[in-house]
């Protein structure tokens, strides 16, 4: 058993409560690699902005969760060597089973998400129950996931959205115990987060989806007052790096993200905590492609991945800044 204290991991409790007094969202940013880390912590850093560092089941198969946990160890002692001893939560993201999730608190998780929402809803107010009783025996945050969002990020699939329903926010936050309760009011994960017929066109011929549900959202607030509430599938999709992508072999087409002037209304509300896992992904993607397109002779990966890591950190300390809303809160 690894007690994320020891790590000098925080768990979202306090965190969360200072978020809902300020109306700011904490960034939940994903991450499978060292550079999508050190990117992470320099941004959070340099805007002295509160972290959660997301892994799904995939990234922590890929990366290995022994060393995960040193990573994480790691991007603790990072940022107290950048300067700011930023708080930094370590947060399993759609862990699909309990025994997942109590596999991750057990290797110093400070976090965990259960996500039983492609369950009926009372086999999801089971299971969730269970993660959240065993977490709380650690001092371990659990979010839970009521609705469900389309798209597709990893093993978690849906072809389209059910919307929360407000009516039972109540009955399952209160009979889970969950920490906080990711919602569905149209965001959606991936990329490709909505098909051309669902969008409408700008002056500028670009795709532009349909609004967020705050009506939902609202309700929500008013049925869960002072309740944090976690928006998934959150990426805007930024066209640069989109446009970068296909000038250099790529092929995302008609490639649509959720308007940040909507994420930062939502973070102003309930919400808070936004996921961006995709954005991250393509900023990555975008400067790999570019550097080995003009620079077809470096087969050095620092070469590559060192651009691709300073797009990342200046992407995620705009949205931090201006998105988010969650400069100088870390303190």
Not at 233 to 253: H, M, Q, R, T, W
């Amino acid at each position: 058993m690894v007690d994320y204290k020891e790590l000098g991991l925080v768990n979202s409790k306090a965190m969360f409560k200072k978020a809902l007094k300020g109306g700011y969202a904490i960034p939940g940013y994903n991450f499978n690699n060292m550079e999508q880390l050190q990117a992470i912590i320099q941004a959070c850093v340099e805007t002295e902005s509160p972290v959660i560092l997301q892994v799904s089941k995939g990234a922590r198969k890929y990366a290995n969760q022994t060393i995960l946990r040193y990573m994480a160890e790691g991007a603790v002692q990072y940022a107290k060597e950048l300067g700011k001893e930023i708080p930094i939560v370590l947060h399993l993201d759609h862990g699909d089973s309990y025994e997942l999730c109590k596999s991750c608190i057990d290797m110093g998780f400070s976090s965990v998400m259960y996500d039983g929402s492609s369950l009926t809803y009372d086999k999801n107010i089971q299971i969730s129950k269970r993660v959240v009783e065993y977490a709380h025996k650690h001092d371990v945050s659990v979010e839970c996931e009521l609705g469900v969002l389309a798209g597709i990020e990893e093993h978690v699939k849906a072809e389209k959205s059910t919307y929360t329903q407000p009516e039972e926010v109540v009955d399952f936050s209160s009979r889970t115990g969950c920490d906080s309760l990711a919602i569905s009011i149209g965001t959606s994960h991936g990329a490709n987060k909505f098909k051309p017929e669902q969008c409408e066109r700008n002056e500028e011929g670009r795709l532009v989806p349909p609004p967020l549900r705050f009506d939902i959202l609202e309700e929500i607030q008013k049925k869960l007052p002072g309740f944090p509430i976690v928006l998934h599938g959150s990426s805007s999709v930024p066209k640069e790096f989109v446009d970068i992508i296909n000038a250099n072999g790529g092929g995302l087409k008609d490639a649509v993200g959720i308007p940040e002037d909507q994420l930062r209304k939502a973070a102003s509300m309930n919400v808070c905590k936004i996921n961006i896992d995709s954005d991250g992904r393509l900023a990555v993607t975008a400067m790999i492609r570019k550097t080995l397109a003009e620079k077809p002779a470096v087969f050095d990966p620092r070469k590559y991945l060192g651009p691709a890591r300073e797009a990342l950190a200046k992407m995620y300390a705009r949205k931090n800044r201006e998105v988010l809303g969650s400069a100088n809160k870390a303190f």
